[in-house]
């Protein structure tokens, strides 16, 4: 078999797994600093609630649940959008690779489900992961000190 092709296949799939982790953390970083400014924004209204006798608990778990929303939104566009590009590649076949170094002359697609199902997973984990500190923040927030110069 050829060696060369191999061991690209294999640094090609590496290299993937690091620019999709790169991708979702800063999807992460952007759900994290979108429900920040929320928060901010929203300081006033948490306050309330919170003055009207809501647990830090159920404010947590609306901040939880909109940055859970927009991680799944993302997800999905993720998943729709890359497995169109693979359909598209793998029946067009854009990747021409040279005939004189590999064995075939264009670049195989092959959708691993199984990788695809753990990058959904993860995604979805790090934008769970990502909700936690601003709706914790949220949580935390002292309806005295919020409303006093209203």
Not at 125 to 150: C, D, M, Q
Request: aromatic share 10%; hydrophobic share 55%; proline share 3%.
């Amino acid at each position: 078999m050829n060696r060369n092709l191999f061991s690209a296949l294999k640094l090609e799939k590496i290299t993937m797994f690091v620019i999709l982790t790169m991708i979702v953390l800063v999807g992460a970083l952007n759900i994290i600093s979108t429900l920040i400014m929320l928060v901010m924004e929203k300081t006033r209204e948490v306050a309330i609630l919170r003055a009207m006798g809501a647990s830090a608990r159920s404010i947590m778990a609306i901040f939880v649940f909109q940055g859970v929303f927009v991680g799944i939104l993302g997800t999905v566009a993720g998943l729709f959008s890359g497995l169109g590009l693979c359909e598209i590649l793998a029946r067009y076949k854009f990747i021409k690779l040279p005939s004189d170094v590999y064995y075939i002359s264009t670049l195989p697609v092959q959708v691993q489900w199984g990788d695809v199902i753990m990058v959904a997973l993860a995604a979805l984990g790090i934008s769970f992961l990502a909700t936690l500190y601003p709706s914790w923040h949220a949580s935390k927030v002292n309806p005295v000190e919020a409303l006093r110069y209203e």
